[in-house]
């Protein structure tokens, strides 16, 4: 199994080889989590032309050779050349970045690979099959998609402030995990779900005042 990890890429430099739609997806994934990219490609699609003329990213008009690739943290091949996808992770490997291939092939040399992702606001949620399945990914995301609404992102925003309070009433760390645990029900779920935000704090806060009585 591979070890689960949220990457923090603002302003980290990252570098995508080929020019293509793969490569422009990859390319709008990094660009969403503040990543500086370079791409390398001989050409490039529409997409990522008008990336370039926006300065959202730098593009070097070149074929990959032996020592083009800068170093940064994270690399991504995404040619339709698997030879070239290789060989350019094995260099970017060397140079100690993080590299995901975009191959099929089942000696996948990466030391990433990007799961499916449900965004709701800063709530974000990810599926991966270890690489067995992408399409089990996609079919588990697309029915997450429909699990969780906008409700969600402001239900999000409402519980960092109720957290700060619920640190200063219940002091011990164990405590509070309870207390979390008894009121992240399933009946918190379905109000949030269904839109019913404030009611659903309002239950969180009365279980809250029992937790102050007993303090």
């Keep these: ?29 990094l660009l969403n989590a503040g990543g500086k990219i370079v791409v390398i490609a001989p050409e490039i699609c529409e997409e990522l032309q008008q990336l370039v003329h926006d300065v959202k990213i730098e593009w070097k008009k070149q074929n990959y050779s032996i020592g083009c690739l800068p170093y940064g943290l994270i690399f991504i091949a995404a040619t339709n050349d698997a030879e070239v996808n290789r060989m350019s992770a094995d260099e970017a490997t060397k ?4 590299t995901n291939i975009i191959t099929t092939s089942p000696n996948n040399a990466s030391l990433f690979t990007v799961p499916s992702v449900v965004h709701c606001g800063r709530l974000m949620i990810t599926v991966s099959t270890d690489g067995l399945s992408p399409a089990l990914s996609k079919c588990i995301r697309k029915y997450l998609d429909n699990q969780f609404n906008e409700n969600f992102a402001k239900w999000l925003e409402q519980l960092s402030k109720i957290r700060d309070e619920v640190k200063t009433i219940i002091k011990d760390a164990n405590t509070r995990e309870e207390f979390w645990q008894n009121v992240m029900s399933n ?10 935000l404030n009611k659903a704090e309002v239950n969180i806060r009365n279980a809250l005042d029992s937790y102050r009585n007993k303090s």
């Design 187 to 196: 009946e918190t779920f379905y109000l949030v779900q269904n839109g019913e």
């Design 1 to 29: 199994m591979s070890y689960p990890i949220n990457l923090d890429i603002k302003d980290k430099l990252c570098v995508v080889l080929g020019g293509g739609h793969v490569a422009l997806r990859k390319i709008n994934g």
């Design 95 to 98: 140079k100690h970045m993080l």
